[in-house]
């Protein structure tokens, strides 16, 4: 299985500053076809996961430019360039490579 | 607009079974790929099982392989989840979700329904 490590596992950031989370895949999940199967979801406290990122740094439909996501092979990131209350949440890296899917273990955002 | 409606959760004794329904609105489940992930109180997400678009088949955690059933009723385009032998650690909300990983951003997901395993 694709083991997939973020961190870092806590992010308290103050309103206005940038955050920034890194995922690390233990296989590359660039495929032949050229794209790489790495998406970003937010859940949000008492809410399902929402989808923000696609294909590593595709921004989803409704997702604000504060959001981005960048990477290569086995090394991603996903960055807001100035965090807003409505940020909190847990954030989560996933793998869509191969079955069994995997995510990582989520990061917390927090604000000061 | 994409909607997903998961039904079918609740309270069940170890060795019990569950069927777990997702009511698909929107779209059509055939043309998707479609999954179930499930989330254990207070811990992250981990992915249950997939059923492919075609007749190619479904895939499943290692978990829950030889318990577990994905399928789906074109008809009422609606997605179940059959589990069975159930085990305590199998309690979790589980939520269906579209498009996990398309290239096309297709990724929605239901509101879940909570599954307790315990006597």
């Known amino acids: 299985d694709i083991v997939m490590t973020q961190s870092p596992l806590s992010l308290p950031v103050s309103p206005g500053e940038p955050a920034s989370i890194s995922c690390r895949s233990s296989?590359?999940?660039?495929?032949?076809?050229?794209?790489?199967?790495l998406d970003w979801y937010l859940q949000k406290p008492g809410q399902s996961p929402r989808l923000l990122i696609y294909?590593?740094?595709n921004r989803a439909f409704g997702v604000p430019d504060r959001f981005s996501g960048s990477g290569s092979g086995t090394d991603f990131t996903l960055k807001i360039s100035r965090v807003e209350a409505e940020d909190v949440g847990v954030y989560y890296c996933?793998?869509?490579?191969?079955?069994?899917?995997?995510f990582g273990q989520g990061t917390r955002l927090e604000i000061k | 607009e994409v909607q997903l409606v998961e039904s079918g959760g609740g309270l069940v004794q170890p060795g019990g079974s569950l069927r777990l329904s997702c009511a698909a609105s929107?779209?059509?489940?055939?043309?998707?790929?479609m999954h179930w992930v499930r989330q254990a109180p207070g811990e992250g997400l981990v992915w249950v099982s997939r059923?492919?678009?075609?007749?190619?088949?479904?895939s499943y955690a290692d978990s829950v392989r030889g318990r577990f059933t994905i399928s789906r009723d074109n008809a009422k385009n609606t997605l179940y989840l059959q589990m069975n032998s159930l085990r305590a650690e199998d309690t979790a909300v589980y939520y269906c979700?579209?498009?996990?990983?398309?290239?096309?951003?297709?990724?929605?997901w239901g509101q879940g329904t909570l599954v307790t395993v315990s006597s």
């Open positions: 294909s590593g740094s």
């Open positions: 059923i492919n678009n075609d007749e190619s088949g479904a």
């Open positions: 996933m793998q869509a490579l191969q079955t069994p899917f995997t």
């Open positions: 296989q590359s999940l660039l495929h032949s076809n050229g794209y790489k199967y």
């Open positions: 979700a579209r498009g996990l990983g398309y290239a096309s951003g297709a990724a929605s």
């Open positions: 929107g779209f059509t489940v055939s043309t998707y790929w």
